[in-house]
């Protein structure tokens, strides 16, 4: 399941996964809020809690990931993944190079740091 994150600026779109992600989560929750942050915005400041195993996503949630991603490749500014998966952390760091905005990976007891990172303006 995906929520949307409380008390967080209203530039950043923010969500906790949990248990089961399925493509009605990206549909209902995911998708909806980063087209709001950007139609508003004009640019996506995105931040995933993730306390699941990516393991635990639908082949359609992550289909529905790509297609979120690509639909707005040059509009990510900023994205903190949260997670205790170390190789979600990496990856999130990895892949920066190639995104045109800045990726990030922190632990979950990093979150505060997280949610300050991503919604900074620079």
Known sequence: MITVMKDIPPHVAGFIASGNVTKADYENVLIPRVEEVNKTHGHIHFLLELRTDVGNFTTAAWW?????????????KKMAIVSDQK?????SDWISPILPG???????EELDQARSWVAEEN
């Open 64 to 76: 529905n990931d790509l297609m979120i991603g690509l639909k707005h490749f040059s509009k990510w």
């Open 87 to 91: 190789a979600v952390e990496k990856m």
């Open 102 to 108: 800045k990726t990030k990976g922190f632990k979950l």
